[in-house]
């Protein structure tokens, strides 16, 4: 039986295990050549949103450790990195600075959001993702109640640039202008004509490094380990349900650092639709790397926010050469972050039972034998 | 005391709640200037065109696929039947009937395709639903600008191509079901008895359905697959049925919405549209594993109640429209609530 389905089972699994970033790919190649950009300009383009986006998607990594899935409860750091950005331009701190204050500001937040968050999933075992995710949408009523209806009231902000006519409440967009860039432009760099921002690679270098350290201390190995096997851990005296919690909140808490370095970046604040659409590029970005719901690793982030960005600034242009419709690539790029993250689940969930399946039949054989 | 306590066990601390709540608001309604008769009224209707989408998460709970998130490709079955209708130009009842067919046979082909790929992929259902609900909306946001339709109400007028974003159906169908037979009371009191009819229509072959072998042994699916297996139940087949029965309800249940509404949203309009039907059936006592019609009624009662009256009276008090608000928190806060409550089932 075994020898039967053997061959044919290692083929189809490691299509299986590389299915998204083959599709991704493909796709690419086909559409950098119809799209007609230079290649100086990719690369560009390239560098800047990989800076971008990197530490947002590595925040998605320790739950994933700790077996807890995609943490789409990542927009809670996100949205606690907005409100200190507001609070921050309502004092106004500029430069870098400011950056930090609002880092420092958003800490607390997040360590709450995230504990809160964390004790939540410990009551949805088994459903982690669709309980952070609704958790999310629940946390993006609490933020837009916090931001437009208690700031100018409760939460006294005296710039009136940043506050709507009617005298309560935070304006749609607000313009970062003192802190646009600064993180990026700290240490200019410019290799043949193309600039690199160094300190915010610095900065997403470091916690590279901290997560594979983190990965190599106690605590690590417990949340690897509970990954693994809850009951297990428990019954080795890992404290299981705190392990968890603890992922959650560091999560969260880079989340929220990673907000506040997009925002830079982007120079400018969406303050009511933002967030809440975070977690689905993110998420989409680590799965197209190759990322499973299991099993994630720091070259999985890279490679998905290159394939990811790549095929955002291809599809445009690429729809409007083939078809006139330049709306149609917008259209087609949400399609496709979407559609990638029903794939992905899709293909580990359809994965997951089929392995199930060939343990029930490898015991039964066994028990015939 | 007792049976006081056995009670609030039974109900949940926050179904309690809202219902007080919406008690209240109906209470307060009069004293500061919201016509009570026309609330009421408002409740009815919106009780009306959303019945139907609630109904269509209980053959998904009861077959054991948990909660239909991806209701979307149920609505966008409806749409595509409503569209279609349309454009052939068809008014009236011939129109209506003619949107509900198409619709119904999109859903059983969607259906059949989303439930056989939820076979696939048990006990991760619901987080799979979700993205497909969304996927195939965006997908569809493509299509809607592709697909050769021609009706001048429907496409854009500058471009002559790729429909509206929101289309009236003013022309066509707009609350044909509202006014059959509607119950006029004085100048602000209305019941739109055709809708109703409808809804109970639906519900009556939801519940016969249930009442049948085949209904019979989805429940038992749902409730134990390992017995349904070993007593000759085909579980597969079960739970492709009960996503197709739940797809069907979603497609007719948007068509319900939209003659009421008067106007059809494509593009980005069904995103969200799962997630109000969720939570009303949670709050009706569903959990993500059982749940009848009587929690679909109660359901919807107490969440479109909600819906009316927060705004009116919250606006009527302070001045302002934090009622919107209010209604996301409400309504996606019960939704965490059930899933944390919702007990681990056997896999």
């Known amino acids: 039986m075994t020898r039967k389905y053997g061959f044919k089972d290692a083929i189809s699994r490691l299509f299986v295990n590389n299915a998204v970033p083959i599709i991704f790919i493909v796709f690419i190649a086909f559409a950098i050549p119809i799209s007609g950009f230079s290649a100086p300009y990719l690369i560009q383009e390239i560098i800047i949103r990989a800076g971008r986006d990197s530490f947002l998607i590595l925040s998605l990594l320790l739950p994933i450790m700790a077996g807890m899935g995609l943490n789409f409860g990542m927009v809670l750091g996100a949205m606690s990195g907005q409100i200190a950005i507001i609070l921050v331009l309502n004092w106004g701190v500029p430069g870098v600075g400011g950056l930090f204050l609002a880092m420092a500001v958003a800490t607390p937040m997040a360590i709450l959001l995230g504990w809160l968050s964390g004790v939540i999933l410990n009551k949805a075992k088994g459903r982690e993702m669709v309980t952070s995710m609704m958790l999310g949408y629940f946390m993006s009523g609490v933020y837009e109640l916090i931001v437009l209806y208690f700031m100018g009231r409760l939460i006294p902000i005296h710039n009136p640039v940043l506050v709507l006519s009617r005298g309560y409440g935070i304006r749609n967009a607000l313009s970062m202008l003192t802190m646009r860039l600064s993180l990026d432009n700290l240490i200019p760099l410019k290799i043949a004509g193309i600039s690199i921002p160094v300190a915010t690679y610095m900065m997403i270098g470091l916690l590279c490094v901290f997560i594979w350290w983190f990965g190599k201390t106690k605590l690590g190995h417990d949340m690897r380990a509970v990954g693994q096997h809850m009951g297990v851990s428990e019954d080795s005296g890992i404290k299981v349900e705190r392990t968890r919690i603890l992922a959650i909140i560091l999560s969260t808490v880079l989340a929220c650092y990673g907000q506040i370095i997009y925002l830079q970046n982007i120079g400018t604040l969406n303050t009511y639709n933002g967030a809440d659409q975070t977690a689905v590029f993110a998420v989409a970005a680590l799965l197209i790397g190759g990322a499973s719901v299991v099993k994630a690793t720091i070259p999985n982030v890279f490679i998905g926010v290159v394939l990811f960005h790549l095929m955002f600034l291809v599809s445009p242009m690429a729809g409007k050469n083939l078809l006139g419709i330049a709306m149609l690539g917008e259209y087609f790029r949400v399609f496709v972050s979407y559609g990638v993250i029903a794939l992905a689940l899709a293909l580990y969930a359809w994965k997951r039972l089929k392995e199930r399946e060939r343990t029930r039949r490898s015991l039964r054989g066994e028990e015939e034998s | ?347």
């Open chain 2, 1 to 347: 005391m007792h049976r006081l306590r056995q009670f609030i066990d039974q109900a949940g601390w926050p179904r309690i709640i809202i219902g007080l709540l919406l008690v209240s608001l109906f209470a307060v309604a009069p004293s500061v200037g919201v016509s009570l008769s026309a609330s009421l009224t408002d409740t009815i209707v919106r009780f009306g065109m959303n019945g139907v989408m609630v109904l269509a998460m209980i053959p998904m709970v009861q077959a054991g696929c948990g909660l239909n998130f991806g209701l979307p490709l149920g609505i966008i079955a409806g749409l595509l039947g409503a569209t279609i209708s349309i454009e052939l130009g068809l008014v009236g009842v011939a129109g209506f009937a003619l949107a509900i067919v198409i619709a119904i046979l999109f859903a059983l082909i969607f259906g059949w395709g989303y439930g056989v790929l939820l076979n696939h992929v048990k006990g991760d259902e619901m987080m799979i639903a979700t993205y497909v609900g969304f996927s195939s909306v965006s997908f569809m946001c493509i299509m809607w600008m592709v697909l050769p339709y021609h009706s001048p109400t429907m496409i854009w007028g500058y471009s002559g191509q790729g429909l509206r974003t929101t289309i009236a159906v003013s022309g066509f169908w707009s609350q044909i079901l509202d006014n059959f037979l509607a119950i006029h009371i004085g100048p602000n009191f209305m019941i739109p008895t055709g809708t109703i009819l409808f809804f109970v229509l639906m519900a009556w072959i939801m519940w016969a359905f249930f009442h049948t072998k085949a209904g019979t042994a989805m429940t038992a699916v749902g409730s134990n697959p390992d017995y349904a297996r070993a007593s000759g139940i085909s579980v597969d087949r079960m739970r492709t049925t009960s996503v197709i029965l739940s797809t069907v309800y979603g497609a007719i249940g948007i068509l319900l919405y939209e003659q009421s509404y008067g106007f059809i949203s494509l593009y980005n309009g069904p995103f969200f549209m799962a997630l109000p039907a969720v939570a009303a059936i949670l709050i009706g006592g569903a959990s993500a594993n059982k749940a009848n019609i009587t929690n679909v009624i109660i359901g919807t009662v107490l969440f479109q109640g909600i819906l009316t009256m927060t705004p009116s009276v919250v606006n009527a008090v302070i001045h302002s429209d934090v009622a919107d608000v209010v209604r996301l928190i409400v309504s996606n806060g019960m939704i965490v609530y059930a899933l944390t409550r919702a007990t681990r089932k056997s896999r």
